[in-house]
C-alpha cells in the first residue's frame, strides 16, 4: 500500500470515528380508539343534568345576593363613621365587616391619602339659615329712609 491509500483510509476511518451516531426517534403510530357506542358512553339522563343546573343557578343567585349585601352594609357601616361624605369611596373589604377597628383603620388611612374624601359640614355662622336675631323688615320704613 502507498503512503497516499494509507492516508486515505485513515482519514475515512477517522471521519467515521468523529460522526457520531443520528438517533432517529420512532414514530408510535397507534390507531386512534374507536368512538365509544352508546351504551359505552358515561352519560347522565337530560333531565338530570337539568336539574343540577337549575339548583347550581340557585346557589349562584344566592350567593350573588349575600355579595351585594355585604357590600351594602359596608357602605352603611362607613356612612355611620361620618367620616367620609360618600361610604362608597372606601374599598370594599370582608375585614371590614367583622372588625370595626379595621375600617376605622381603613378609612383614617384613606383620608390619609385622600383629605378632600372627608366629611366637611359647615359650623359656626355661615350666614344660612335660621339667624338669632329676630328683626323683621318694614318696607315702608327703608323707603321712607331714602326719600
Known amino acids: 500500500m502507498s503512503l497516499e491509500q494509507m492516508n486515505d483510509e485513515e482519514i475515512v476511518e477517522q471521519e467515521t470515528v468523529d460522526q457520531e451516531p443520528v438517533e432517529i426517534p420512532e414514530v408510535d403510530e397507534t390507531p386512534e380508539a374507536p368512538e365509544p357506542t352508546d351504551e359505552e358512553q358515561d352519560t347522565f339522563p337530560r333531565d338530570y343534568v337539568e336539574k343540577l343546573r337549575d339548583e347550581n343557578a340557585k346557589y349562584r343567585q344566592r ?11 359596608h357602605n352603611a357601616l362607613a356612612a355611620a ?9 372606601l374599598e ?10 379595621a375600617l376605622d383603620t381603613a378609612i383614617t388611612e ?12 359647615p359650623s ?10 329676630g328683626t323683621t323688615v318694614d318696607l315702608a320704613g327703608l323707603l321712607r329712609q331714602r326719600a
Open 63 to 73: 350567593a350573588q345576593k349575600a355579595d351585594d349585601l355585604a357590600h351594602r352594609l
Open 124 to 133: 359656626g355662622s355661615i350666614g344660612q339659615g335660621v339667624s338669632a336675631g
Open 92 to 101: 370594599y373589604s370582608p375585614e371590614h365587616l367583622d372588625d370595626p377597628e
Open 81 to 89: 363613621t361620618g367620616r367620609l361624605q360618600d361610604a362608597s369611596d
Open 110 to 121: 384613606l383620608l390619609e391619602k385622600k383629605p378632600h374624601l372627608g366629611s366637611r359640614k
